[in-house]
């Protein structure tokens, strides 16, 4: 006997069923978070567990059997274990400012919605937030594929004594926004400068000859657009919500690959994950055949470097600090002998933290 297929009733009480399930395990969840929570109070741990929160992640993507999408997994999961943390201990996190930049979509990506998060005007007010501990942690990017590294930013570790506990790489898109969302009503584009050079080749093509303005952010932009008919940004889609903006065109960047790396900055070091990175900074002598001595002990021991960029050192001019993203633990034995190795080609090292590799 044939069966009949179900009916979308019978099927919406099935999902129904789910539901109340998942909502139940939810809660189990909870409470067994709560019980972790206690425990670390009374132990003095520490409630945010980066490289815990990772394995996390790894584990349940490497073992999602579909149809389910993976991204989709990876931002609910995001959700419940901001949510988990804020019920073990409060959290305050600053972020480079105003509301919906790319800073704040990264800050929401790395510690979601039920963390407390403070926009702040500069860079280094999200260091000096930090630093007095009025905020756990802060949010400020580093370098963008396309653009660069932020200068500023490595600028800032020279004096600090902030550490790096993360990294967040984010995938960026640009929207051109307006009141009207009609190409034809923009005489006047205003944005960051560096979402400007990402989507020039865009605006040569499709709207030769529009100024295209130089302002603090993207956010800055969508919020002068708001109140200007004839202007459009380039933002982001969250600050277009914000400001009740329409899109004109989405996705205008010049190059398919468009990311910005941040760096997720506290007071305090974090244990190792398996598999990090280190961040370092240093200075070297001044004597022949530093440059080629100073990448020896990576070399050697076979230490992949994935970054180096040097700076002017402010103090003295014509000296350099360089900046090294190196793949392993500080507290791994390799690693600690290739830093002590390269102290010695030093005037100066700092190591600016060992964080889990961005997936
Ligand atoms: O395992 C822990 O240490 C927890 O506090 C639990 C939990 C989670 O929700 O799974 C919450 C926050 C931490 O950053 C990591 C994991």
Redesign the pocket.
């Known amino acids: 006997m044939q069966q009949d297929a179900p009916t979308i009733e019978q099927l919406r009480t099935s999902i129904d069923t789910i539901d109340n399930r998942i909502v139940e395990l939810l809660n189990e969840?909870a409470r067994v978070?709560v019980e972790?929570?206690k425990l670390?109070s009374g132990s003095n741990?520490e409630?945010?567990?980066?490289g815990?929160?990772r394995q996390?992640y790894e584990r349940l993507l490497s073992r999602n059997p579909g149809p389910f999408p993976n991204d989709a997994l990876r931002s609910i999961y995001r959700e419940?274990?901001s949510a988990?943390?804020a019920l073990?201990s409060p959290m305050k996190v600053a972020f480079l400012g105003p509301k919906a930049t790319f800073s704040h979509l990264a800050t929401m990506q790395q510690f979601g919605l039920s963390a407390e998060l403070v926009p702040l005007k500069s860079i280094p007010s999200v260091f000096e937030e930090v630093e007095k501990g009025k905020a756990l942690y802060g949010m400020v990017p580093v370098e963008n594929s396309t653009e660069g590294v932020v200068s500023h930013t490595l600028d800032m570790f020279v004096e600090s004594s902030l550490k790096i506990t993360a990294e967040v790489l984010l995938e960026v898109h640009h929207d051109l926004l307006s009141r009207s969302g009609r190409l034809e009503d923009v005489k006047k584009v205003y944005s960051h400068p560096q979402a400007i050079a990402q989507c020039r080749q865009w605006f040569d093509e499709n709207l030769p000859g529009v100024p295209l303005v130089d302002v603090a952010s993207t956010a800055v932009a969508a919020q002068m657009v708001s109140e200007d008919s004839t202007a459009a940004a380039i933002a982001s889609e969250l600050a277009g919500s914000l400001y009740d903006l329409k899109v004109v065109r989405t996705r205008i960047e010049d190059q398919v690959n468009n990311f910005t790396r941040f760096l997720v900055i506290a007071r305090k070091e974090i244990e190792r994950s398996g598999n990090d990175k280190t961040s370092i900074l240093f200075s070297v002598k001044d004597e022949p055949g530093i440059l080629c001595r100073m990448l020896e002990p990576f070399a050697k021991r076979g230490i992949n470097l994935s970054k180096i960029e040097s700076r002017p050192y402010k103090k003295k001019a014509w000296e350099y600090i360089f900046f090294l993203d190196l793949f392993g633990h500080v507290s791994e034995p390799e690693v600690a002998a290739a830093l002590d190795e390269l102290k010695e080609c030093c005037q100066f090292l700092k190591v600016l933290g060992s964080y889990p590799r961005s997936i």
């Open positions: 969840r978070v972790v929570g670390k741990m409630f945010h567990v980066p815990r929160e996390i419940i274990i988990s943390l073990e």
